[in-house]
């Protein structure tokens, strides 16, 4: 029984812890979206995904390249 009890205790100490030093979100406003800020994305060609429902891999690895350079302000 202390056995036990000694094992419990030394996980929850573990747990508090670690848990404790963990961010559990990004809370300061220098990561949000500011002015002057640039997104590039790529443009590529339309791909029909094919059937939807649960558990289905779609491939979209190999898709046209139509435009590298597509920058969002």
Same mark, same amino acid.
């Given at each position: 029984? &202390?056995?036990?009890?000694?094992?419990? /205790?030394? @996980?929850? $100490?573990?747990?508090?812890? !670690?848990?404790?030093?963990? =961010?559990?979100?990004?809370? &300061?406003?220098?990561?949000?979206?500011? /002015?002057? @800020?640039? $997104?590039?994305?790529?443009? !590529?060609?339309?791909?029909? =995904?094919?059937?939807?429902?649960?558990?289905?891999?779609?491939?979209?690895?190999?898709?046209? $390249?139509?435009?590298?350079?597509?920058?969002?302000?």
């Amino acid at each position: 029984m &202390n056995k036990s009890f000694f094992c419990l /205790a030394v @996980d929850m $100490l573990f747990c508090i812890t !670690v848990f404790a030093q963990t =961010p559990f979100g990004i809370s &300061n406003s220098e990561h949000y979206i500011q /002015a002057g @800020d640039s $997104l590039y994305k790529y443009q !590529v060609e339309y791909k029909d =995904p094919g059937s939807n429902g649960r558990q289905l891999e779609w491939d979209f690895s190999h898709l046209q $390249l139509i435009n590298d350079n597509y920058l969002i302000t």
